[in-house]
């Protein structure tokens, strides 16, 4: 059956190190993924789109990768600010199917 | 540009009772989707509209439907409600049904007593 894993242990960094995030995925052939940040009571904030074709995306200090071979993205956070705690969702969509959600990684950047 | 749009926030009902929920999308958006979030269950996709017609439906009983309006406007109905329904109910609207972003609005909490 089609699984996205995210790690569900919460991230515990200092700020201004770089977080790191996985999403591993299996029996899915997307043709993009998505990332993004949600807050406690808000909905979802979309960050960045990677497609399957890409190998990496950068927008200011968020980086993504995405490795078909692996079946597995990367999310970077560089230079982490408190402000950047958060949950981090990531999402595959496959060519006609709905855009499927992973279980979110809480990230917590300590002063 | 004002952002996806729903209501009620939150809402009690009680077993047996039925709800429906309504989302706003973003001005010139035609695409919307509903999920439903649990703590346990994560983000569950519910259904997806685009001019009216749904294109894609998740695993949920025939007891949540939903339906979408010539403005794009939607809503989801839920019929005989369980205490299991009881969740953030998240409606996101984006430009079209291609590799767009999704906005999503900050849902509607849903308990069931």
């Known amino acids: 059956s089609q699984k996205i894993e995210q790690n569900s242990e919460a991230l515990n960094i200092q700020e201004g190190k770089t977080a790191t995030l996985t999403c591993n995925y299996t029996n899915y052939s997307p043709a993009y993924l998505q990332w993004y940040r949600q807050d406690p009571g808000r909905g979802p904030v979309f960050l960045l789109l990677?497609?399957?074709?890409?190998k990496e995306k950068r927008k200011e200090r968020l980086k993504v990768t995405f490795d078909t071979t692996l079946k597995q993205s990367l999310f970077h956070i560089t230079a982490s600010q408190p402000a950047d705690s958060a949950t981090y969702l990531c999402?595959?969509?496959?060519?006609?199917?709905?855009?499927?959600f992973g279980g979110g990684t809480r990230v917590l950047v300590k002063p | 540009k004002a952002g996806v749009t729903q209501t009620p926030r939150y809402l009690i009902k009680t077993r047996g009772q039925q709800v429906t929920l309504s989302c706003s999308p973003i001005?010139?958006?035609?695409?919307v989707s509903w999920y439903q979030q649990t703590p346990g269950q994560g983000l569950q996709f519910l259904f997806e509209?685009?001019?009216?017609?749904?294109?894609n439906k998740g695993n949920f009983p025939g007891r949540f439907s939903g339906r979408q309006f010539s403005n794009s406007r939607s809503e989801m109905n839920v019929s005989t409600l369980e205490l299991g329904d009881s969740a953030l109910y998240l409606c996101?609207?984006?430009?079209?049904?291609?590799?767009?972003?999704?906005?999503f609005g900050d849902g509607t909490r849903l308990s069931i007593l």
């Open positions: 001005s010139g958006h035609r695409s």
């Open positions: 509209y685009f001019s009216e017609t749904q294109r």
């Open positions: 996101a609207s984006s430009l079209d049904e291609g590799e767009r972003p999704q906005h």
């Open positions: 990677i497609r399957e074709n890409e």
């Open positions: 999402a595959l969509k496959a060519a006609g199917n709905k855009l499927t």
